[in-house]
């Protein structure tokens, strides 16, 4: 346990986690607190809701997730969120790691759906904390702003329960369903996310994005916050 332990205390290219960048914004964030419960509440509020959450964002390579990209850009979705989210706590020295799961959206963007050709959303990523003794699972996803626009109560975390997204939202209308897990890792795998996004949603369909995004200069593709909820 102690060797899986310092995996998760480890900076990676990706998690980078010793980043002077990175570093100062975990500092800033955790202030005097030396409680690791408190440090990664902190965290993930800075996080959920300081980085806004855009489906738009480029996807194909290891920098897209680097948590010093996702930090200076200041937008992007649930993995590249999830990335910096472990990189602070890594940096507070929080053992942190990021999990996978399919999740199937019912409350997503007519929008989105028309983007993804459908409502199941592949390899979402959230964090585990190791918290006195155990692991904690945090899902930083969807900044408030985004929630209350969706009528989702935002995603609290306190640090000793597990934060899962809602099934329901506050109309009693399904919101997510969780489908399957593919476990947690040291590190962002981006070409075992990119091939699964290419089972589920078609190769030629993420090569036309990658194209599109190689077009624009890596800019997010559409804005996500003005498109309208849809509701089944």
């Known amino acids: 346990m102690e060797e899986d332990i310092l995996l998760y205390l480890t900076p990676t290219e990706i998690i980078d986690s010793d980043h002077q960048t990175v570093k100062d914004y975990a500092a800033r964030i955790a202030g005097k607190s030396e409680d ?40 992007s979705f649930c993995v590249p969120k999830a990335s910096l989210l472990c990189a602070a706590g890594r940096a507070c020295g929080i053992p942190s790691r990021v999990g996978f799961a399919d999740v199937r959206n019912h409350l997503a963007t007519k929008q989105l759906i028309d983007f993804l050709g459908s409502n199941l959303f592949v390899y979402h990523g959230f964090v585990e904390f190791y918290l006195d003794g155990r692991w904690v699972k945090a899902t930083p996803a969807f900044n408030r702003e985004l929630c209350e626009r969706h009528r989702v109560p935002p995603l ?23 489908v399957g897990f593919h476990g947690v890792y040291a590190d962002i795998p981006v070409p075992q996310i990119v091939e699964a996004w290419e089972r589920a949603y078609g190769k030629d369909l993420v090569r036309s994005w990658i194209e599109s995004f190689e077009r624009g200069g890596g800019r997010s593709l559409f804005s996500f916050e003005t498109e309208e909820v849809l509701t089944e």
């Not at 809701?49 to 010093?68: K, Q, T, V």
Request: glycine share 4%.
């Open 156 to 178: 609290e975390f306190n640090g000793r329960d597990d934060s899962l997204f809602q099934t329901y939202n506050l109309d009693n209308r399904k919101f997510m369903e969780y």
């Open 36 to 75: 690791p419960v408190e440090i990664a509440v902190k965290l993930y509020y800075a996080v959920r809701d300081g980085i806004r959450y855009d489906p738009y964002s480029p996807f194909y390579l290891p920098e897209h997730y680097r948590a010093s990209y996702v930090l200076n850009r200041g937008r």
